[in-house]
């Protein structure tokens, strides 16, 4: 079957869209189906990935003893209290038989100045993984690993944690008071 549906596909490469129309006509319920297929699938992988991810928040905020960790519906988990603006991102990538293929996890600077108040600091110590630049974010991919190594993925979100923190601002700006 799935031979079929990559037929398809390679159907929608080669004809002109001209001729979509008449394909669409003469195929619709097909179509529907494999829509709902995709649909099925698609739901299967996300509410895998968001329980995942929901768990992996629990956890993280535990030891990390920072509860201001969010899980984006699910789809991401995410730290960003960080002075300059720095975010710790992490979510999964799934492969053909597995909603919790591999985890990355990746550091997002919003803005050219947060990235060049921290750029030193992480190239130094990331050197896996050249930045992507996309606008005026900066993105540096910092970890990958399978999916269902939770234990891995803890010590690797906990470590990004610890060196963003020691790098952020609010770690020096809160005991600048006298009294």
Partial sequence: MIAHYTELLDTFDKTRIEDWGFYFHDNAERIDTLIQFYEAYNKHVMN????????????????TGDHRWSDMEGLELTYDNFEPSLYIRGSFNSTPANPLGTFNIHILAPTVQAWNHYENQLLSRYTAQEPLIAGNKTILQVFTAPGQQEKQILEALQEVYLFLSSLSLKNFLLPLTSH
Avoid at 48 to 63: H, T, V, W, Y
Wanted: no cysteine; charged share 30%; glycine share 0%.
């Fill in 48 to 63: 895998a990935q968001a329980k995942r991810i929901r768990a992996l928040k629990k956890s993280i905020s535990q030891l």
